[in-house]
């Protein structure tokens, strides 16, 4: 069984986590050690006693071992894209891609573990100079989801220990391999014992002590009703906190729109990764005067995806996560067409050799903005069409959502793009490309009920791992 490492120590669990290939049932990848409370508390005591000298060391020191733990993740990136694959279902390209993004991060936040800065201003009186450093926070608990098993995990951990913080790190118990991979990576990269603790199990069990345990910082990114009670016990346990929850994306497609272009833009965001990704695009807002030849070149296109195998390189699109998960996308299916919506192509549960959970990427016309199926995050290979006039009624209705995590428009005209640009009630816009797929090293959030707290990423990742102090020193 792969063991949880507690205190620089590989420790086992009395129960296990079992973990199963979404595309073949019968692969089992592997036995994990489900944490209890109790492991849970020894990690937290553990970060606890680390953290203090490692806030103390050199960025020198901890450039070298993230720097280390990035090269490794780049060097083993086929062995650990085809691991991140076989468990959580994207296909291998994107697998691979992905270890590749965390692996960037780690080296991006080893750079910025030198980069780190303060302000000196003088005072507004005489003879005080002021001082603005930034602090770690001390103790950061990470609760991570599934869809993205090593770059979410990497996007929250390199920054909390470039920053000089402890680390009680619990990975979502659908994926807990490439979590493990990646704790064994830094533990021989040289993390001092303490400093990064990984606690698989339950969010029931483990989850809640890290959120009743008053830890100095609290990362979060996963959906908006977990996101809802993980702010309420922090207020309660006096962390500070951060919340990444999902979007519910919308496409503008204008009538000046090239046509093939929006087509992939729509094509990737929406069901690319299997549409488990906040980022997708879900809501596809389409102009009167290119509606028809849109929808008719996203039936074309959409019969051109083979969806199978995460493995097999002819796969398009891999399965659903779990079992939970697809049957939440099927009943969205069924929810959009109860409610007028028509099936212009898949939605269907695909039968398959080895029992995985496929299902055909479901495109939903004739749908309007305040129907269920675009008002809720359906997190699948899903998306409706909204047929707007023109480009006001379209900013409208992009921006009409409970959500704000990125907005995107497909359009020839740069003051139009630029108009978008503007007015999106986003927190990212995307001009001629798909909502989804972001870079490592520029801020990443969202506004309204996506997101809460500082951004992710980039060096604007410091706004939440470290806390400011401003310093008065008289001469
Ligand atoms: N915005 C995004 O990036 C994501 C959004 N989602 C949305 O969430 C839906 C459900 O996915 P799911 O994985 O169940 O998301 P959850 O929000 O339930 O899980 C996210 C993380 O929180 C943990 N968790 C769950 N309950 C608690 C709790 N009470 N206290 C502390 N931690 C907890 C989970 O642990 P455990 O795995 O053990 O349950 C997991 O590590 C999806 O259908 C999708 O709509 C999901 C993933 C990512
Ligand atoms: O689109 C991306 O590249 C990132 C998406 C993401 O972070 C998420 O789905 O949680």
Not at 13 to 18: F, L
Not at 70 to 94: N, P, V
Not at 290 to 302: G, Q, W, Y
Not at 418 to 437: D, S
């Amino acid at each position: 069984m792969f063991a949880n490492l507690i205190n620089g120590e590989w420790v086992q669990s009395a129960h296990a986590i079992v973990n199963r290939n979404p595309s073949d049932l019968s692969d089992v990848i592997g036995e994990y050690a489900s944490a209890d409370r109790q492991q849970t508390l020894d990690a937290i005591a553990a970060a606890r006693q680390a953290a203090p000298a490692w806030a103390a060391t050199t960025p020198q020191q901890r450039f070298d071992i993230l720097d280390r733990a990035g090269s490794e993740i780049l060097a083993r990136k086929e062995e650990l894209g085809r691991l991140l694959s076989r468990e959580e279902g994207k296909i291998l390209a994107e697998g691979m891609g992905e270890v590749v993004r965390a692996g960037n991060i780690f080296k991006y936040f080893a750079g910025e573990c030198l980069r780190q800065h303060g302000e000196v201003l003088d005072s507004v009186r005489p003879g005080i100079e002021v001082n603005i450093t930034r602090e770690p926070l001390g103790v950061v608990g990470i609760i991570a989801p599934w869809n993205f098993p090593i770059a979410i995990p990497a996007w929250k951990i390199a920054p909390a220990l470039a920053y000089g913080n402890a680390v009680v790190f619990k990975p979502a118990s659908v994926v807990p391999a490439s979590s493990w991979a990646l704790a064994d990576i830094l533990h021989r990269a040289g993390v001092p014992a303490g400093v990064f603790n990984l606690v698989m199990g339950s969010g029931r069990e483990v989850g809640d002590v890290l959120l009743n345990a008053g830890l100095d910082g609290i990362s979060f990114t996963g959906s908006q009703d977990t996101g809802k009670k993980v702010a309420a016990a922090c207020l309660g346990s006096g962390s500070k906190f951060q919340l990444e929850m999902g979007g519910k994306n919308p496409l503008v497609v204008l009538d000046d729109a090239d046509l093939k272009l929006a087509v992939e833009a729509a094509i990737n965001g929406a069901y690319f990764s299997t549409g488990q990704r906040c980022t997708a695009s879900s809501r596809l807002v389409v102009t009167a005067g290119i509606h028809d030849a849109f929808v008719e070149a996203m039936v074309s296109r959409l019969k051109t995806l083979k969806v199978g195998h995460a493995l097999d390189i002819s796969s398009h699109i891999g399965p659903v996560v779990d079992a939970g998960q697809l049957q939440q996308d099927l009943d969205y299916v069924g929810i959009a067409t109860a409610e007028g919506g028509l099936l212009a192509y898949g939605g269907e549960r695909l039968q398959a050799e080895k029992d995985g959970y496929y299902m055909s990427p479901a495109l939903i016309t004739g749908t309007h903005n305040q129907m269920r199926i675009n008002r809720e995050e359906v997190f699948g290979p899903v998306a409706s069409v909204i047929k707007v006039a023109d480009f006001e009624e379209a900013l409208t209705i992009a921006n009409d959502t409970p959500f704000g995590l990125v907005s995107g428009i497909c359009t020839q005209s740069l003051k139009l793009a630029t108009q978008f640009r503007r007015r999106a009630a986003a927190g990212m816009v995307m001009v001629n490309l798909p909502t989804a797929g972001v870079d490592y090293h520029v801020p990443f959030g969202g506004r309204k009920g996506s997101s809460y707290g500082p951004r992710e990423q980039g060096r604007y990742a410091a706004e939440f791992y470290t806390t400011v102090k401003t310093a008065y020193v008289a001469a």
